[in-house]
Antibody
Framework: QVQLVESGGGLVKPGGSLRLSCAAS????????MTWIRQSPGKGLEWVSY????????YYSDSVKGRFTISRDNTRNLLLLDINSLRVDDTAVYYC???????????????WGQGAPVTVSP | QFVLTQPPSVSGAPGQRVTISCTGS?????????VHWYQQLPGAAPRLLIY???NRPSGIPDRFSGSKSATSASLAITGLQAEDEADYYC????????????FGTGTKVTVL
């Protein structure tokens, strides 16, 4: 069955860095776009970044552009998010999600991980 | 940033029908982009409820249905059950924000 398992979250000071990982299993990883979505405590969902099948196309939300870097390793079925210059308002649960795309059309985020909590505090 | 607006809360008695609206603009829903809906139970990750504005993934009960019109979309839950008490989010794409997916503000459904 499809599984997405995030790791790497934790407590970090403002200005610090983190690397989040998402280990995928149960499907052909390279056949899917992948996405990071975050949810601040008690708040709604915010799309962060997505990456194409082979990693040649990446997009970021304006709130993280220049500080976050998404990448993937299709040989290890791994999605990564490098987060730098962390700010207090980056505190959130970070979810990785699978993104089916066929003929250029997007069909929603059909599987989600359980989330990795990131807390940024002095 | 939230460019899709949902009511903060809706409620209904068991067995009733409730609807959740998702209001966008000409740069997202009105531009023809599909709307997707997610359910988030307390303490859990979101799950896909409706994709492509009107389609249900396998395993989603037919009590859930989606529709889209002009610059808005709706999620309807018929035969409301206690287990439907959750947060619901719409999601689409916005062409005014480079490469950007957008989520709605979220709606808390309470079963009375």
């Amino acid at each position: 069955q499809v599984q997405l398992v995030e790791s790497g979250g934790g407590l970090v000071k403002p200005g610090g860095s983190l690397r989040l990982s998402c280990a995928a299993s149960g499907f052909i990883f390279s056949n899917y776009y992948m996405t990071w979505i975050r949810q601040s405590p008690g708040k709604g969902l915010e799309w962060v970044s997505y990456i194409s099948f082979g990693g040649d196309i990446v997009y970021y939300s304006d709130s993280v552009k220049g500080r976050f870097t998404i990448s993937r390793d299709n040989t290890r079925n791994l999605l990564l998010l490098d987060i730098n210059s962390l700010r207090v308002d980056d505190t959130a649960v970070y979810y990785c999600a699978r993104e089916p795309r066929y003929s250029g059309k997007f069909f929603g985020f059909d599987y989600w991980g359980q989330g990795a909590p990131v807390t940024v505090s002095p | 940033q939230f460019v899709l607006t949902q009511p903060p809360s809706v409620s209904g008695a068991p067995g009733q029908r409730v609807t959740i609206s998702c209001t966008g603009s000409s740069s997202n829903i009105g531009a023809g982009y599909d709307v997707h809906w997610y359910q988030q139970l307390p303490g859990a990750a979101p799950r896909l409820l409706i994709y492509g504005s009107t389609n249900r993934p396998s395993g989603i009960p037919d009590r859930f249905s989606g529709s889209k019109s002009a610059t808005s979309a709706s999620l309807a839950i018929t035969g409301l059950q206690a287990e439907d008490e959750a947060d619901y989010y719409c999601q689409s794409y916005d062409r005014s924000l480079s490469g950007s997916y957008v989520f709605g503000t979220g709606t808390k459904v309470t079963v009375l």
